[in-house]
Every structure is written in structure tokens, then in C-alpha cells.
């Protein structure tokens, strides 16, 4: 998994049949001490996060096994809100 | 799979559903002499380890086999501790 930092929102209305009601955001991975990185992702949000919050991405045919993803066809999905992270 | 170290730790109270009370670490990958390679990830343990263990973990879908396959959304997992640092033998 990845962390990330919300940018900003995606709306597409016209989209699979299975990701209807599922909100889309666009993230840029961050390193550990919370630099930005380059590039950025659309991740399907399962767990309600906000603008400019960290969160934990996980990518590919895994995002499909977080609840409510099921047969879902992404391969980014948003399945946390990082309150801290301590690196030694 | 690769080896890492693990150099942290991350909370995260509000998470997927099917995440809850996994632990999750912040794992640095090393390469054969044990000095870091790459960017640091943040990994689901399912074998007890700690701050500072030499680990090895999977990654892709594989990395969801050690829980409930089908349900626990991780393409990032420890799956053992070695030993030592001697037992790596280069």
C-alpha cells in the first residue's frame, strides 16, 4: 500500500454500471515523512476522506477485495485515513 | 518476495471495514547486502514482526492469502521474519 494525499475529485457520469455511487478522487503518493512526489492516481474512496487528508491507497487487483469493491473494476481504491505515521 | 526492514508504523483509525485490527507497518525493501533499495511501503503484518526486524513480504494480490483471501484488501504483506541478519546468506 501507498500513502497519499488527496488533491481534488473526479466526476464522470458516464461510467460502468458497476461504479455508480462510488466517489472518485485524485491522489498523489507521498513519502513517509509527507513530501509530495510526482504523478497522481484516481482511487475509488471506500472510507469517506477529504480534501488534502492522508490516506492509505492499495493498487491493483487487490482494491477489488476491500468491502463493497466486490466485481468492482478498479485497481486503485482508498481504504484508510492515516492519523499518524512514525518512522524510527 | 523481497526483504525489508521495518522502520515504522502507521494508525489509521478510520479505515475499510475489512481492515479492522490489522497492523500495519512501514517496511523499507533492502537488496542483498541489506542496505535500503527503493521507496518505503506501508504493509499489512500477519506475522507479528516489529520496528527495526528484517522481514520478508509479498506483494500483489498474493499478498491477501494469509488472511481471508477474499476479503482483506492489501497488495502489501509481511509473511516472515528472518532470524538473523547472519541467516542471509550473500
Not at chain 1, 484516481?42 to 468491502?67: K, N, Y
Not at chain 2, 509479498?58 to 482483506?72: L, V
Request: hydrophobic residues 45%; contains cysteine.
Amino acid at each position: 500500500m501507498i500513502i497519499a494525499r488527496i488533491l481534488g475529485t473526479v466526476v464522470a457520469t458516464q461510467k460502468d454500471e458497476r461504479l455508480r455511487g462510488k466517489k472518485l478522487l485524485i491522489v498523489r503518493p507521498i513519502n513517509v515523512d509527507g513530501s509530495d512526489t510526482t504523478g497522481y492516481v484516481v482511487a475509488v474512496d471506500t472510507v469517506g476522506a477529504g480534501f488534502h487528508e492522508r490516506v492509505l491507497v492499495v493498487a491493483g487487483s487487490s482494491a477489488r477485495l476491500a468491502q463493497g469493491m466486490k466485481d468492482v473494476p478498479v485497481d486503485a481504491a482508498i481504504v484508510g485515513v492515516i492519523d499518524t505515521v512514525d518512522v524510527q | 518476495m523481497q526483504l525489508a526492514r521495518v522502520i515504522g508504523t502507521v494508525v489509521a483509525t478510520v479505515k475499510n471495514d475489512s481492515l479492522e485490527g490489522r497492523k500495519l507497518l512501514v517496511v523499507q525493501t533492502v537488496d542483498r547486502n541489506l542496505k535500503a533499495s527503493g521507496k518505503p511501503m506501508v504493509a499489512v503484518d500477519s506475522v507479528g514482526a516489529g520496528v527495526g526486524e528484517l522481514v520478508f513480504w509479498c506483494r500483489g494480490k498474493e499478498a491477501s492469502f494469509p488472511f481471508k483471501r477474499e476479503d482483506t484488501p492489501t497488495d502489501c504483506t509481511i509473511v516472515g521474519i528472518v532470524d538473523s541478519e547472519q541467516h542471509v546468506s550473500r
